[in-house]
């Protein structure tokens, strides 16, 4: 899990809900191998791209962070998304280490 608490992760959530700002929860649901945090992890992102936590590290979140305002933009509920070798952009997304790591993402409301 996250070394982050999860209390302030959600407090921080609740205030942006209040001030009226789009959140979305990403949370890490499965992993393989190498991989900087573990199943559990979260992070909040509010539609404007201000993030608190962690799911990964360096390319990993700013793409989970695209991802999560993207799913706001377009009025999703929900979207796993999925990070390994495999990946045509492996090196560039931070993977190169041999790791998988799959990202559930939701938006959340009050």
Known sequence: MSNFPEKK???E?????KNNKKVSLATVVQTWGSSP????????????GNFLGSV???????KVVEECI????NKKIC???DFNVS???????????????SIYIEEIKQ
């Open 56 to 62: 990964s590290g360096g390319c990993v979140e700013a």
């Open 13 to 17: 959530a609740d205030n942006w809900i």
């Open 9 to 11: 992760i959600f407090e």
């Open 87 to 101: 990946n045509e952009n492996a090196w560039e997304i931070g993977l190169a280490c041999g790791g998988d790591i």
């Open 79 to 81: 979207k796993k998304i």
């Open 37 to 48: 945090l573990g199943i559990g992890s979260r992070m909040i992102v509010s539609e404007d």
């Open 70 to 73: 993207s799913l706001m933009k």
